[in-house]
């Protein structure tokens, strides 16, 4: 069952809308609707709360390093509370994805991603849970960094919100460890794009 909740992205207000901070945004929507608020904590080089979701305990945890040293953080929580990978989940974004979406998924590559990448090397293994928030893609590899380190317009933007709102519906079940039933929601509640996406004919990142 999930035992921590890492959202990905930049610290700082200068990167607080830019695409790249999907996982914050989410992790930030979770942390308000329980009433909490993260907490710095140098030990673990991030942001961290607690909450309780119907009768399960979450950490919830931004790492307040820079996106491609995001594994320092996760990993010194992890050690720390002797979370195994299995049992976390990462929230990122996801250029493959049109904005919209969002999947589930255990394990894989990190796809060129700086903050999954960092996070293998320091955890020892892909094995942890991705959701995958899709942000679109620009349609040419050069232009992916201006991308990610934008604002995406209000039209996108509310697409992305209403995929994490379908996200906050299945973490009670990824809570009781039930994975496949969670998976299912999820992409079945997609927004279909018409199987128009240009994210998915367009390799490579920042």
């Known amino acids: 069952m999930i035992q921590l909740l890492v959202g990905l992205g930049n610290p ?8 790249h901070n999907a996982g914050f945004w989410l992790v930030d929507q979770i942390a308000t609707a329980a009433g909490v608020s993260l907490k710095p904590e140098r030990g673990f080089f991030g942001d961290v709360a607690r909450v309780r979701l119907q009768g399960h305990e979450l950490w919830l945890l931004e790492p307040s390093t820079y996106m491609n040293r995001s594994g320092q953080s996760v990993g010194a929580f ?3 509370y002797k979370i195994a990978p299995e049992n976390i989940l990462v929230a990122h ?33 892909p094995n942890f849970w991705r959701l995958r928030l899709g942000i679109g ?7 992916v ?20 709102e379908q996200s906050q519906a299945v973490l009670p079940q990824l809570l009781k460890g039930e994975f496949e039933a969670a998976m299912m929601q999820l992409h079945r509640s997609n927004r279909s794009d ?11 990142r920042g």
């Open 12 to 19: 700082g207000q200068e990167h607080a809308l830019d695409r």
């Open 78 to 80: 992890a050690r720390f």
């Open 93 to 125: 974004d996801e250029l493959d994805l049109p904005p919209g979406q969002a999947k589930l998924k255990l394990g894989g590559g990190h796809a060129g991603h700086n903050g999954l990448r960092d996070l293998i090397a320091h955890l020892g293994t």
């Open 137 to 143: 893609h620009p349609g040419d590899r050069d232009a």
């Open 145 to 164: 960094i201006g991308f990610v380190l934008g604002k995406p317009p209000q039209s996108e933007l509310k697409l992305i919100e209403q995929a994490m």
């Open 194 to 204: 018409g199987g128009k996406s240009a994210a998915a004919a367009q390799p490579g």
